[in-house]
Structures are given as structure tokens and as C-alpha cells.
């Protein structure tokens, strides 16, 4: 080729193969970018929708738990109320069984 072209023609042979590759690859990564940028927005998309579905779920569950939350803490108040009734009626048996005692061991003390 460089009998026919001479150096000046081999040489900007070369320059437009090598010029020929480098647009190429600069194509080809332009395609493969934009191919990659539309199938993250696709994929970022469904991930939206996904997330929004789960996000809709969670919410619909924690309504129903609070419902039923709500009934326990009823529930538990009641036996709370229960509880303390109990407790101050068995403080007057001991107070009431201490003034007993008490009063016993004085009567006995100034009966002597």
C-alpha cells in the first residue's frame, strides 16, 4: 500500500482507521448508555411502584393492629382498674387488722 499511497497516504490511512474507531466507540457507548439509562428508569419505575404497593400495605396493617391495639389497651386498662380496686380494698383489711392489733396490745398494757 505504500508503493501506491506513499508514507503521507498510509499514514492518514491509518488516521482515519484509527479516527474510524475511536467515533465508533464513541458510539457504541452512546447507544449502550442510553440503552442502560432507559432500563434503569424502567427498573426505577417498577421499584417505585413496588415500594408505593408495600408502602400502601404497611399502612393498611398498621390501621388494622390499631384496631386491634386499641382493644387490648381497653382490655388491659380494665384488669388495671381491677387490680388497683383490690389492692386499696386489701390496704383498709391490713390497716383496719394493724388498729386492731394495736389497740389490743394498749388495752392490755393499761389493764395491768
Partial sequence: ?????????VDSLIELINQ???DQKAEILEIV???FER???EEMGKLRQEMGELK???INKMADNKVET?????????ELH??????????FIFWIGQ??????????????
Fill in 1 to 9: 500500500m505504500r508503493e501506491k499511497l506513499g508514507d503521507e497516504g
Fill in 39 to 41: 432500563r434503569l428508569s
Fill in 33 to 35: 448508555e442510553e440503552k
Fill in 70 to 78: 386499641n382493644g387490648l389497651i381497653s382490655e388491659l386498662r380494665t
Fill in 82 to 91: 381491677q387490680s388497683r380496686a383490690d389492692l386499696i380494698k386489701w390496704m
Fill in 99 to 112: 388498729i386492731g392489733m394495736i389497740l389490743g396490745i394498749l388495752f392490755a398494757f393499761f389493764k395491768k
Fill in 56 to 58: 400502601a400495605e404497611l
Fill in 20 to 22: 474510524s474507531q475511536t
